[in-house]
């Protein structure tokens, strides 16, 4: 990234670091109405991928979280999630309910890992540059998984989602792209692995997984 407001120690705003994430990758800054509709999109491949910040409400402690987020055509039901290990992680592994091994230690540590398909969950997980994304952030939660039930009825199950989020606003330009760059790379090796088509989605299309015999 060129010399700038973005790394010269000086703090961003949202809107400032979501600019500066776009120019790095190239990538199209969409300014909302206000500062917390602006979004980023990024073009890799056939799939979009959208930087947003959305909250959740609840009840009296609404929660902010920026995520990133893309569409893909599915070729099998799999799903994943890495989130960050906590004290109820520690509880579950103490009753027998143990996250994916995935041979490397250190991710371990840190997160734990589920998937709908354990061997084409390790599959994935053996992507060197996937990992060290992953690792690269101070905390995030990356899904892969079916859509609401909603917008299954209308655009069948064979549509499904990668999610990168994390807790708060981010300001930090290089985490951005990072979390922007994780799902490109998750979108990549679902296709490597098997487990997506290289092809874009297209509004309007009922999809469905082909089942295997």
Known sequence: ????KANSGAKLDKREAF?????????????GKRSSGDQ???EHGPWKLILDVYIVNNGQNPITFT?????????ED???RISERSVLTRIAELFGFHGLPVGDQG?????????????RGRSF??????????????SLRLEIRR???????KSGDGIRAVAVQTTGVIKNPEHLVNYLLLVAATLDQLVRIGAAHKEPVTEGRNYAIRRRV
């Open 147 to 153: 859509l609401p039930w909603g917008r299954r009825r």
């Open 19 to 31: 600019r500066a994430a776009a120019s790095h990758l190239d990538a199209t800054f969409v300014q």
């Open 40 to 42: 980023v999109h990024l």
């Open 1 to 4: 990234m060129p010399k700038s």
């Open 107 to 119: 991710l371990e540590r840190k997160y734990t890992i589920k998937s709908s398909n354990e061997p």
């Open 78 to 80: 799999f799903t994943l």
């Open 67 to 75: 995520r990133v987020r893309a569409l893909y055509v599915a070729k």
């Open 125 to 138: 997980m053996t992507d060197r540059r996937l990992r060290e994304l992953i690792m690269a952030q101070p």
